[in-house]
T-cell receptor, first 113, second 116 residues
Framework: DQQVKQNSPSLSVQEGRISILNCDYT??????FLWYKKYPAEGPTFLIS?????DKNEDGRFTVFLNKSAKHLSLHIVPSQPGDSAVYFC????????????FGKGTKLTVNP | GAVVSQHPSWVICKSGTSVKIECRSL??????MFWYRQFPKQSLMLMAT?????????EQGVEKDKFLINHASLTLSTLTVTSAHPEDSSFYIC????????????FGDGTRLSIL
């Protein structure tokens, strides 16, 4: 039973344009959501997070949107840069992130120059 | 800078060897640490929760006698893969949450384990 789903295994965008990565979850008990960026053979690097009491969180070029009624969140990267090319994992947690993380399968983003 | 340190980053050893991986929180105390495993081109799957001062909690399907976890102090957890076999070859990653709500977990750089 996959509780966190990233249905797009890959995404390709042009440099300067917007990248939108999507994530759906099934467990309404999740209250904290995170996006991580990962390169092969490296640990995930934290990008941005959002608490379930909010619907938007912004940090520089990265914005995460949360739609609790739809159990959907998205990560927007604007403008996209070639250095953003990596695998992006959506993760969800309980109790404000102090519990284990449940990860999606990841979306490989390629930003073309 | 890194807040979670993992060592070693790469291990190659013969079948039957036991391998110890260390995970340290660098500037905070972690009463809990998590151990994940990632197979190529797949997601990170939680193996176990390491608890300081008590036994680890293992996820369903993870052999606790194969993957020994010891949370020796508030800044160190170790994962020992005992009598490793080629099917144990994988990428192992630890994370440590701060005891503060709504704070992200930070991950170590991972350990690539290759069993010949």
């Amino acid at each position: 039973d996959q509780q966190v789903k990233q249905n797009s295994p890959s995404l390709s965008v042009q440099e300067g344009r917007i990248s939108i990565l999507n994530c759906d979850y099934t467990n309404s008990m999740f209250d904290y959501f995170l996006w991580y960026k990962k390169y092969p053979a490296e640990g995930p690097t934290f990008l941005i997070s959002i608490s379930s009491i909010k619907d938007k969180n912004e940090d520089g070029r990265f914005t995460v949107f949360l739609n609790k009624s739809a159990k959907h969140l998205s990560l927007h990267i604007v403008p996209s840069q070639p250095g953003d090319s990596a695998v992006y994992f959506c993760a969800a947690s309980y109790q404000g992130g102090s519990e284990k993380l449940v990860f999606g399968k990841g979306t490989k983003l390629t930003v073309n120059p | 800078g890194a807040v979670v340190s993992q060592h070693p980053s790469w291990v190659i050893c013969k079948s039957g060897t036991s391998v110890k991986i260390e995970c340290r929180s660098l500037d905070f105390q972690a009463t809990t640490m998590f151990w994940y495993r990632q197979f190529p081109k797949q997601s990170l799957m939680l193996m176990a929760t390491s608890n300081e001062g008590s036994k680890a909690t293992y996820e369903q399907g993870v052999e606790k006698d194969k993957f020994l976890i010891n949370h020796a102090s508030l800044t160190l957890s170790t994962l020992t893969v005992t009598s490793a076999h080629p099917e144990d070859s994988s990428f192992y990653i630890c994370s440590a949450p701060r005891d503060i709500s709504n704070q992200p977990q930070h991950f170590g750089d991972g350990t690539r384990l290759s069993i010949l």
